[in-house]
């Protein structure tokens, strides 16, 4: 079967959002923008994805695992630009929409694994996993992932700062947070709070999303 | 050396931010200065003499660092001692739970070819953690003299006075760091040409981390040429090592103190949670955190500083001290023997130096003020605010602040002044523009505080509509602010200091020395503009100025007389507040107008002290800027509050 079109990627995601995470019973078409006509509308109709009743759209059993995916995309996408290209806010978002349609046929598998399987995006909603994110949970890789993704009361071992920031970097390495040092994540609203030795420190998401944590196996 | 029985030697105190440096500093001059349990409050550098074996010397409590390698103001201003000082030593205070963390600046130093002497402070808590440390050990690793301490119970003050005397100057152990490393200091160092207080070592490392400080001496100290030659061979470093150089360094030095440290600490038990450790937790949660936030509030500001300070202290001093003691005796004086009419009225007439200026000072603001330290400075010294700050950073973000701001913000509840002064703590010039705003507009300091919670509490409404209405604009012009302004939105770190219970001895000396701040800079004021007023008045000027503004002022809907609040308003802000209370007291103001009064006093210009310090801080075009904006900010403000209160009746 042909690939789904840019557009008809996009409303597979926003129904995912709305009703899947969210907790709207099917989408009003006007709050998509869509008529019945709409050309991507009719594509995933024809693929039995979604069925629309009185004036709303529902997602159907059969085009769940392909919305799941589209959002995977998109929030890995997010991971991309934000956390590695480090382009922030608007600009961000709107390079991760373009990066979403590129990252096909295993693309994603690579960068899910590049990026150490992330589990949520940087707006802290969560990145549904592939199977690569099953594989590597199922052979209890240890992983290096960002202090983010620590729950409270975990601790593992400072792997690296990833260093957007130099003057903040150095400011951390100078208080003694240094790669090697054990670390314990003991609160993570409203700002994540670790102890390194005998010392606390606070950090905001920004900066706790560049310290990166090898997790104990 | 012929003149070191009259010379004073210098000392200087360095180390990590709550450490205990000013408790050292305290012990060693018998001066007090001001101990805080807040990473970063001491921006200044305090100076005191002691004298040992007939030696004086002065000694330099600098504000903390972490490294040689500044990133901060306060750090900046502590490694710039080191740079022009010439110390006979240097005491490096550390904490002995954390000497692993803060032993990389103890090598810095060394490395720095700097006199050393290492204090392991808080040993007493350290072996309640169950550590055992080797202080012998370690001063044969490092080279240099080591001093175990407990300086808040004075424990090794003989000790560190003996080393001091006793310290004569030894070559320094170098440290080795990696071969490549190591090959890339040597070609720089090789470069350098001049001399500097700094070995070329550690001029060399600096220069290769791009230090800004020692670039400048740099291209001051070397000759054209190898200042070229050194420029280049940085820039070929820097950019090889582009990807990991600081952290190659940090590393480096962890590595040695790894060695350095070998035997040195042993670890007995595993520690169990304290109840401090309970309570800092629950400080940190936002579930708990809130109401503690709420209590303190409640307790600290409104019940002790509004209650007991603005009520019950002002009512003793003003009405019974004042009223029946102070006052009778020197109008009697006064009329008696000043007998000129225009140096009566300036003595004791309406805006007498005496009537106005003291009185106002001394049974007014005094006791507020003073009640207000006395709060913060206790909740300083336990280590709250840290905690505060992480906990509101996530909605000062909001505004353009990060949680570092909660000290600036806080103290403005005080003075607005010393907190604008304190803005300086703040890491980005968009920060402190906004904080310095924000304090100009919708902080109420103590003193108009006290006084404005003491004409609104006998109407609850408008003591709700005030207080709704500044959070509004608080955080509105906040947010507006952080939107319009250039510039990266902050970055929040800070470190958490272990909760402790507060000194007695700390929090008095804390509370003391801002008062007395306080009183020195605000008394000459007060008594400035009890002259100013009473020229005004002599001259007819202020009749004049009051007949200008009153327009406006009618415009909000206010009676002509309050001009005069405004008027003194400039003066002091509580000092306006003040006027409005003897306006309250003979009934000229309905409660509508004593609203729209107390919001429009609240907002408008600061006093002539926080101007004064904005235009010193931000320089002449952002403080008139902000000072425009806010009188545009106040009186629009009072006259939509005004409209909007009559409109709905609520407060009819």
Redesign the interface.
């Known amino acids: 079967m042909a690939r789904l079109s840019q557009n008809a990627e996009e409303i597979l995601e926003s129904l995912w959002v709305m009703t899947v995470e969210g907790d709207n019973v099917g989408c009003l078409l006007t709050s998509l923008n869509l008529n019945r006509d709409t050309e991507e509308l009719v594509e995933l109709i024809q693929r039995s994805y979604v069925e629309i009743k009185g004036d709303r759209v529902y997602l159907r059993r059969e085009g769940r695992p392909d919305a799941q995916m589209t959002v995977r995309r998109h929030r890995l996408a997010e991971r991309l630009t934000m956390d590695i290209l480090g382009i922030s806010g608007d600009e961000g978002n709107e390079q991760a929409c373009e990066f979403e349609h590129l990252l096909r046929q295993g693309v994603d598998t690579k960068l899910c694994t590049l990026l150490n399987h992330p589990t949520t995006c940087p707006h802290g909603n969560p990145i549904p996993p592939g199977e690569c994110c099953i594989k590597a949970r199922q052979q209890g890789e240890p992983g290096i992932v960002a202090l983010t993704e620590l729950k409270s009361g975990e601790s593992g071992e400072i792997a ?2 990833s ?1 957007s ?12 947070v ?3 040092s054990q670390l314990l994540l ?2 993570k ?3 994540y ?1 670790f102890k ?9 998401d ?2 706790a999303r560049e310290i990166h944590v090898r997790r104990p196996v | 050396m012929p003149d070191t029985q009259t010379s004073a030697l210098k000392v200087v105190l360095v180390g990590n931010p709550n450490v205990g440096k000013s408790v050292v500093f305290n012990a060693l001059t018998g001066a007090y200065t001001t101990v805080s349990n807040y990473p970063g409050t001491s921006v200044e550098v305090s100076r005191g003499h002691c004298s040992l074996v007939g030696q004086s010397y002065e000694i330099l409590d600098t504000p903390g660092m972490y490294s040689m390698m500044p990133i901060t103001e306060e750090e900046r201003v502590a490694r710039k001692i080191l740079l022009t000082e010439d110390p006979h030593v240097v005491i490096h205070v550390i904490d002995a739970r954390n000497l692993e963390r803060m032993l990389p600046m103890t090598l810095q130093l060394i490395e720095a070819d700097l006199p050393v002497i290492l204090v392991v402070n808080i040993l007493d808590e350290a072996e309640r953690l169950g550590m055992q440390i080797d202080l012998n050990l370690l001063q044969q690793n490092l080279g240099i003299p080591v001093v175990g301490a407990v300086m808040k119970r004075k424990m090794g003050l003989d000790a560190l006075r003996q080393t001091i005397s006793e310290y004569a100057v030894v070559a320094n152990k170098p440290f080795i760091y990696a071969q490549d490393l190591e090959q890339d200091i040597c070609q720089i160092a090789n470069l350098i040409g001049g001399r500097y207080r700094l070995s070329r070592r550690a001029t060399s490392l600096l220069l290769m981390q791009k230090d800004d400080d020692i670039q400048d001496l740099i291209s001051v100290e070397e000759t054209e040429s190898s200042f070229q030659l050194l420029t280049e061979a940085t820039r070929e470093i820097s950019f090889r090592r582009r990807a990991d150089l600081n952290l190659q360094i940090s590393l480096e030095r962890r590595k040695v103190c790894k060695q350095v440290l070998q035997g040195v600490v042993t670890q007995s038990q595993e520690e169990t949670e304290s109840f401090s450790e309970k309570l800092s937790s629950w400080m940190m949660n936002p579930l708990t955190g809130a109401p503690i936030l709420l209590l303190v509030v409640y307790l600290g500001l409104y019940k002790f500083v509004g209650g007991f300070g603005a009520g019950t202290l002002v009512d003793f001093l003003e009405g019974n001290v004042f009223e029946n003691y102070v006052n009778p005796p020197i109008v009697h004086l006064a009329e008696k023997y000043l007998t000129a009419h225009w140096l009566f009225e300036l003595v004791v007439g309406e805006y007498g130096v005496w009537t106005l200026g003291i009185r106002y000072a001394v049974a007014l603001v005094l006791p507020i003020v003073g009640t207000f330290f006395l709060v913060f400075s206790l909740l300083e010294d336990t280590g709250y605010f840290p905690r505060l700050a992480l906990l509101v950073d996530r909605l000062f973000k909001k505004i353009g602040l990060s949680g570092r701001a909660v000290i600036p913000i806080v103290l403005g509840f005080g003075c607005d002044t010393m907190a604008t002064l304190v803005t300086r703590t703040l890491e980005t010039k968009r920060e402190r523009i906004i904080a310095t705003m924000l304090l100009a507009l919708a902080i109420p300091c103590s003193a108009q505080l006290g006084v404005i919670l003491g004409l609104l509490s006998a109407e609850p409404h408008a003591l709700l509509v005030w207080t709704v209405f500044l959070t509004f604009l608080f955080l509105f012009i906040g947010f507006l602010a952080a939107k319009i302004l250039p510039g990266e939105s902050p970055v929040f770190y800070m470190e958490i200091p272990p909760l402790r219970l507060p000194q007695l001895r700390n929090v008095m000396v804390k509370t003391l020395t801002r008062m007395q701040s306080y009183f020195v800079e605000i008394l000459p004021l007060f008594l400035f503009a009890s002259v100013v007023l009473w020229a005004g008045k002599m001259t007819g000027t202020l009749d004049n100025v009051i007949h200008l503004f009153s327009p406006i002022v009618r415009a909000i809907g206010l009676p002509v007389e309050v001009t005069t609040a405004f008027v003194f308003g400039f003066f002091r802000r509580d000092f306006g507040a003040a006027g409005l209370y003897d306006l309250q007291s003979s009934g000229l103001l309905s409660v509508t107008q004593l609203t729209v009064a107390a919001v429009t006093l609240t907002l408008f210009v600061p006093c002539v002290a926080q101007f004064l310090v904005m235009l010193k801080e931000r320089g002449v075009k952002v403080a008139m800027m902000i000072f425009i904006f806010v009188t545009i900010m106040a009186f629009s403000s009072g006259w939509f509050l005004n409209k909007f209160l009559l409109m709905t009746g609520l407060l009819a």
Do not use: E, H, N, R
């Not at chain 1, 920031?165 to 003694?176: A, N, V």
């Not at chain 1, 390194?196 to 905001?204: L, R």
């Open positions: 690296y700062l260093a920031d130099d003057k903040k970097m150095q400011k951390l390495m100078s208080m003694g240094l790669p090697g003991v609160q609203f409203p700002s709070i390194v030795g005998q010392s606390q420190f606070a950090v905001d920004t900066l």
